[in-house]
């Protein structure tokens, strides 16, 4: 006797564990020798127990546990263990007669051309569930003769375009030939799908009614909504494959459009859509892409839909993500620039970023200026007008009124282009038209009005406490996260000298209070002038030409210049320098203020000191106490009386002195580039991921979607 071919069945579990125990019984009673049986179950992530009860319960059973809630997945990894050279697809909820798989087996023998084969699918109580597939107008499929009485009618052997895969049996060379199953399917369609491609690679598909199985209709998959999701859903994935030219048209004809499931339709045409860039030639893609955009842009916003395409690119790999970053100040030496370059020095292999400035910049000043690697960064210069025709340096929102135009419009505008917008410099009237915006903010320096449009970010990321609570305080805003600033600014050790140094922008208003220091130091050499023997004040910063500030200061220095210099516009090597050599760093900002916004937000400069052992003396407010720890790693002062207090108890008892700078150093490493970068590029990364990836829908969580209310 001929000894008959190893058969492998394929059950696919879902928290089915009442029908997989039915339908495993069955198979134990096929007229079919036990040893040539392979059988194999494939577990989609149940929560039921059902992989321990039936290992316990049918020990020969080759059980598998799948990575996802994938139907068409399950089948591929149970076609890539199967052993037999015929295999055989079985929902868990379907029984066989003893004789089904004997029956199929014969005549996919005999019948070399055939590459699956079917029977006659009976719901329990008799009526007809398949005898076969067949397509419908519009491209939908349904089951040959479902809910018919079982009179004999579908009694003949034929051809049939399709088979259902309740219970069918496919021979081993079909399945490599024509290829794995679609898993972008997940389930439902998949069987039409792989038909399809079944008829394309000249394989027949065969309906033989002797071979009877009993099918419990949806027993496996809960409610009729979540089927007509994954038909409606996957009917477009299908004509992008096999039918192109028919996609615009199946959109008015789709239960999403008829149902006004605009979202579920949008879903489903992105996923259609790289299917058609993923198998249609260039020709049939020049010529479906004009006119679904057409048509989705009837349904849908035109920015919407300009969206697909670029997100596709990057699915698809064709492309890195694209990032914009904006900083209205970017031609000024600061803190907040440097905190946006180091992002970009980090981001910039595996983003392509393009800095937008609104002033005259070039890369290699801000590598120039922040010590960074910016070579992968590109920038692209958009003036403002309404700033030039002034003659503004400074871009200043908060003059832009409510019944003005908006002048940063044309910076939204821009925006679009891009896959990430970065809005470095919390310029609050920019409105983001970016798929994904991040508004990074220093401090919230206005206040909500007309033009308002950080609420329409879809990430806030604060550099400090200080900037979360006015966050909430002035915008009614939480961000995302807190990140502090790297500062990375060690140098070579040289002996230290009698220097007190400030660092710190001569801005326009003076926040950085530089005359209040230089008034501070003369009251020290006044009060003390032998234990102030050789010691120096050096004002170290940037200035914009023609500032009138930096000019006061500059005329206030020519009535009386013992003892301190001012540094303006020195180069990195020199800050360096300074940080080397000098004993204690003054921070002032904030000293005499009551507006918030015009304390220090963090303290970079801060922290570059006491990376370098300057034991700080810094103004109690703004993010500088989250630096600081007051009598520590230095002091925090209130008053200018304070400052020079503390100043003298340092000059005069160097131990003192001594202690505090070593304390600087060790707290200052809080502060370095590395919880910095690995925060960065985890958030980053995740963005990628969310974005350059297509989520397969899973069932369980449709199911749950569809029956809310």
């Not at 070399?112 to 597939?133: E, M």
């Not at 970053?325 to 946006?340: A, M, P, R, S």
């Not at 970010?457 to 406490?465: D, E, V």
């Not at 000059?651 to 600087?664: D, F, H, R, S, V």
Request: charged share 25%; proline share 5%.
């Amino acid at each position: 006797m001929t000894t008959l071919p190893i058969c492998s069945l394929i059950i696919v579990n879902y928290n089915g564990l009442r029908h997989t125990k039915d339908c495993l019984k069955s198979l134990q009673k096929l007229a079919y020798p036990e040893s040539q049986l392979d059988l194999i179950v494939i577990d989609n992530c149940s929560q039921d127990d059902s992989v321990n009860a039936l290992r316990e319960l049918f020990p020969k059973v080759r059980i598998f546990v799948n990575s996802a809630n994938n139907f068409a997945k399950a089948l591929n990894l149970g076609i890539s263990e199967a052993k037999g050279q015929y295999i055989g697809f079985l929902n868990n909820d379907a029984t066989l007669d003893s004789h089904w798989l004997e029956i199929l087996v014969k005549r996919l023998e005999t019948h070399k051309q055939v590459g699956g084969n079917s029977g006659k699918l009976l719901f329990k109580d008799g009526r007809i569930n398949s005898a076969g597939i067949q397509q419908l107008p519009n491209f939908y499929w349904q089951d040959v003769g479902f809910g018919e009485k079982d009179a004999g009618q579908y009694d003949i052997e034929r051809e049939v375009e399709g088979l259902c895969w309740a219970a069918v049996l496919f021979r081993r060379e079909c399945l490599e030939d024509v290829g794995p199953i679609d898993e972008d399917f997940v389930m439902y369609f998949e069987d039409v799908e792989f038909a399809k491609r079944c008829q394309k690679r000249g394989w027949k598909m065969l309906y033989t009614p002797a071979a009877i199985a009993h099918h419990e209709y949806r027993g496996s998959s809960k409610g009729s909504k979540l089927t007509e999701y994954f038909c409606n859903r996957n009917r477009f994935l299908y004509l992008a494959k096999h039918e192109p030219l028919q996609l615009v048209k199946a959109i008015h004809t789709s239960d999403f459009f008829t149902n006004k499931q605009y979202d579920l339709l949008f879903e489903s045409l992105f996923v259609a859509i790289k299917k058609l860039l993923d198998y249609q030639p260039p020709e049939i893609v020049a010529t479906v892409l004009p006119q679904l955009s057409e048509k989705l842009a009837v349904i849908y916003s035109r920015m919407k839909v300009d969206r697909i395409l670029p997100r596709l690119q990057v699915v698809r790999g064709d492309r890195k993500m694209s990032i914009a970053i904006y900083d209205h100040g970017l031609h000024f030496i600061g803190g907040g620039q440097k905190y946006v370059a180091t992002i970009a020095s980090l981001l910039q292999n595996e983003f392509d970023i393009t800095f937008i400035a609104n002033k005259p910049i070039a890369v290699s000043d801000l590598e120039s200026w922040y010590g960074l690697n910016l070579s992968g960064c590109k920038l692209k210069i958009i003036p403002l007008a309404f700033y030039d025709k002034r003659g503004m340096q400074c871009i200043d929102s908060s003059i832009i009124a409510e019944d003005m135009q908006n002048p940063f419009d044309e910076i939204a505008r821009e925006s679009k282009n891009y896959d990430i917008f970065i809005n470095a410099n919390q310029l609050e009237k920019v409105k983001p038209l970016s798929p994904i915006s991040v508004f990074f903010c220093h401090f919230p320096n206005t206040f909500r009005n007309r033009h308002f449009a950080v609420d329409d970010y879809t990430f806030i990321i604060a550099n400090s406490q200080f900037t979360v609570k006015w966050l909430e305080k002035r915008w009614n805003l939480q961000p995302t996260f807190m990140l502090y600033p790297p500062v990375e600014m060690a140098t070579a050790k040289v002996p230290k000298e009698k220097i007190i140094l400030a660092v710190g922008q001569f801005e326009a208003g003076g926040t950085k209070k530089q005359i209040e220091l230089i008034e501070a130091f003369r009251s020290l050499l006044a009060d003390y002038p032998d234990q102030l023997q050789g010691w120096r004040l050096i004002l170290a910063g940037s200035s914009i030409p023609k500032n009138p500030y930096l000019k006061t200061v500059e005329n206030l220095l020519k009535q009386d210049s013992r003892a301190i210099k001012l540094k303006v516009n020195c180069s990195l090597d020199e800050v360096k320098l300074l940080y080397a050599k000098a004993s204690i760093f003054w921070h002032g900002c904030g000293l005499g203020e009551v507006n918030p916004q015009r304390f220090e937000h963090f303290g970079m400069a801060t922290v570059e000191a006491m990376q370098n052992s300057c034991a700080p003396i810094a103004f109690c407010g703004g993010g500088q106490p989250e630096i600081v720890e007051h009598g520590r790693s230095g002091f925090l002062f209130n008053t200018v009386e304070e400052l020079c207090r503390y100043s003298h108890q340092l000059i005069g008892n160097p131990g003192l002195l001594a202690e505090l700078q070593a304390g600087a150093q060790q707290r200052s490493q809080n502060f370095r580039l590395a919880p910095f970068e690995h925060k960065v590029k985890s958030f980053f990364e995740i963005i990628h991921q969310e974005y350059a990836t297509i989520r397969l829908p899973n069932p369980g969580e449709i199911a749950q979607m569809l029956d809310r209310p």
